[in-house]
T-cell receptor, first 117, second 115 residues
């Protein structure tokens, strides 16, 4: 069974540019989560999508946004990139949400490393 | 509100000796707690989880953790370290409120295993 896949694996952008990161969940998983892993800040929750809708959002500015497609894949968009956006962006997926989605095991992809110069 | 503190940013043990990675949590609700492991250039993998059942939780690769409410701790242990255990370990808390909410990750503990 294929795991969570993310593309691209690495990305270099300059300040002010926009970037789109992509995630494909495990087959049968309807929930997709995005996390930012920045140096010195640990892993921080960004966004949670389930059944095409945004269910929860972490403490990030509106220039971080995303969407989930009918096939449950997801995109994370970051506008007006800043130097501090340099990080590893991890996507995870889990089985259908219900009321206790965060107690379903989340399976993580390998991440996309974004460098902003 | 919830938070999690991993007391050691770096732990070094010899192969074959016990492993102890410490985690303390704070939560307004009765929490669910998880340990994840991240090997270099790989995604996170769930080691084990506590969701208000047995307080001693056994996970994969010989790891286990004990939920101690009185100490607000969820330390991860393994009797005998293996070289392949070298990785970063994250303690994670989620409020067990019956409604979905976000996970809060600790800052991680890097485990080094030496010969």
């Amino acid at each position: 069974e294929a795991g969570v896949t993310q593309s691209p694996t690495h990305l270099i952008k300059t300040r002010g540019q926009q970037v789109t990161l992509r995630c494909s969940p495990i087959s049968g998983h309807t929930s997709v989560y995005w996390y930012q892993q920045a140096l010195g800040l640990g892993l921080q929750f960004l966004l949670w999508y389930d059944e095409g809708e945004e269910r929860n959002r972490g403490n990030f500015p509106p220039r971080f946004s995303g969407r989930q497609f009918p096939n449950y894949s997801s995109e994370l968009n970051v506008n007006a990139l800043e130097l501090e956006d340099s990080a590893l962006y991890l996507c995870a997926s889990s089985l259908p949400a219900g009321g206790l989605a965060f107690h379903n095991e989340q399976f993580f992809g390998p991440g996309t490393r974004l460098t902003v110069l | 509100a919830q938070s999690v503190t991993q007391l050691d940013s770096h732990v070094s043990v010899s192969e074959g000796t016990p492993v102890l990675l410490r985690c303390n949590y704070s939560s307004s609700y009765s929490p669910s707690l998880f340990w994840y492991v991240q090997h270099p250039n790989k995604g996170l993998q769930l080691l084990l989880k506590y969701t208000s059942a047995a307080t001693l939780v056994k996970g994969i690769n010989g790891f286990e953790a004990e939920f101690k409410k009185s100490e607000t701790s969820f330390h991860l242990t393994k009797p005998s370290a293996h070289m392949s255990d070298a990785a970063e370990y994250f303690c994670v808390v989620s409020p067990n409120t019956g409604t979905a909410s976000k996970l809060t990750f600790g800052t991680g503990t890097r485990l080094q295993v030496t010969l």
